[in-house]
């Protein structure tokens, strides 16, 4: 079974900062992470999903516009483990983050996560 268990997510204020985790478990989640881009998506209410950013094994990353500069994504090859930094984040930043494994730079792959809510509000 195929599983990248999402973490993080939650209630902030705009302005503030939050940190999401993507955690694959096990062993045939961890080979495909560890030979795939992993990527960092986002579905607000009524409007598609759409990429947030993305990083090769190499560590090569792509980012949306809206996010270049403030969110900075990540991956730990020994804890199989991917992660988005979020700072400075907006109202419009609300949504529901997904982690992504086996696409490419600029499109999605067949493996999901399950989604953690982000609510950006005062």
């Known amino acids: 079974q195929v599983q990248f268990l999402e973490s993080g997510g939650g209630l902030v204020q705009p302005g503030g900062s939050l940190r999401l985790s993507c955690a694959a478990s096990?062993?045939?989640?961890?080979?495909?992470?560890?030979?795939?881009?992993m990527g960092w998506y986002r579905q607000a209410p009524g409007k598609q999903r759409e990429l947030v950013a993305t990083?090769?094994?190499?560590?090569?990353?792509t980012y949306a516009d809206s996010v270049k500069g403030r969110f900075t994504i990540s991956r730990d090859s020994a804890q199989n483990t991917g992660y988005l930094e979020m700072n400075s984040l907006k109202p419009e930043d609300t949504a529901v983050y997904y982690c992504?494994?086996?696409?490419?730079?600029?499109?999605?792959?067949?493996?999901w996560g399950q989604g953690t809510q982000v609510t950006v509000s005062s």
């Open positions: 096990g062993s045939i989640s961890r080979r495909i992470f560890s030979v795939s881009v």
């Open positions: 992504n494994a086996g696409g490419s730079r600029y499109t999605p792959g067949s493996y």
């Open positions: 990083i090769t094994t190499g560590g090569s990353t």
